[in-house]
């Protein structure tokens, strides 16, 4: 169904509908073709990954200084390596044998394609490491900031084509669900926490990518990443005006985003520094 397809929205009764201004019924923050934004299926997704989360996170807590801490670790970095690049793997699978794989939707190319694999190699290395070395800090803020800023909105307005119990929809929410998962079981489970500044580096990189995978969208004629339009299915990019204008929002949007997720350790180091002094 296009982009253009009637709203489903169950929560806004018939009889009030005419009353809420079109530019707001019509918005992408309530739900457009053929998937509702928090209905049953949606909310589900949300549950079972908060469900992951929680439980790996309260068991990593609960195994420190236990001769199980080790091995607690290793089985938080197999699920989380298991839902995301297992769903990025079975994606391609899927896709390639139905005959669905296409060079403008199916390579990975969107930061949550990547983040699949650094989310996975960030966990891994954690374990690996008694102490976390550059390398493995480094990945874990790529995750961090990437997991939080930007795939937290890809749950949350899914770019999804299927509905449950399709494999399309079980693939998506378990690699875009492990990113957001692993970020926090990093940060809350294995006590990790991005650096002072850290997010400079994260700005570049992040525009880096940006800039290359706009190139190779315009050359193949995809939207990787979103920068030649907005999804099918809501998002808040729809909110941010007709494209290219759309960009510099986008780029606010997403540096904001970037700010967001530091300032948390940022109010931490100023009341440390505070208590300090």
């Known amino acids: ?3 253009h397809a009637e709203l489903v929205v169950p929560f806004i009764p018939m009889s009030l509908r005419p009353f809420i201004h079109s530019s707001l019924y019509n918005s992408a923050m309530l739900a457009r073709g053929t998937f ?28 420190v200084g236990r001769p199980t801490e080790r091995r607690t670790r290793w089985t938080a970095a197999s699920v989380v390596t298991l839902l995301t690049v297992g769903g990025a793997v079975f994606q391609q699978v899927y896709e390639i044998a139905t005959g669905t794989w296409t060079l403008e939707d ?11 694999y650094v989310v996975a190699l960030a966990i891994v290395f954690a374990c690996r490491d008694a102490m976390p070395g550059p390398a493995t800090q480094r990945l874990y803020e790529l995750t961090y900031f990437w997991g939080l800023g930007g795939t937290l909105q890809a749950i949350l307005t899914p770019d999804v084509t299927g509905h449950f119990p399709s494999p399309s929809y079980f693939y998506y929410f378990a690699a875009h669900g492990g990113i957001v998962s692993g970020a926090l079981v990093l940060t809350f489970g294995f006590r990790m926490r991005p650096r002072p500044g850290s997010w ?25 990443m979103y920068l030649w339009g907005p999804p099918e299915n809501a998002s808040i990019i729809d909110l941010l005006g007709p494209w290219p204008w759309s960009l510099l929002p986008l780029a606010a949007l997403g540096t904001a985003l970037i700010f967001i997720c530091y300032s948390p350790w940022w109010l931490v180091d100023c009341i440390r520094a505070r208590r300090a002094a």
């Open 200 to 224: 400079k580096w994260i700005w570049v990189v992040t525009l880096c990518l940006a800039i290359v995978i706009f190139i190779v969208d315009g050359l193949i004629g995809a939207n990787y």
């Open 36 to 63: 509702v934004l928090f209905s049953p299926e949606h909310n589900g997704a949300l549950a079972a990954i908060a469900a992951v989360t929680i439980g790996l996170i309260v068991l990593l807590r609960r195994s």
């Open 1 to 3: 169904m296009g982009r």
């Open 106 to 116: 199916s390579l990975p190319l969107h930061v949550c394609s990547i983040g699949v």
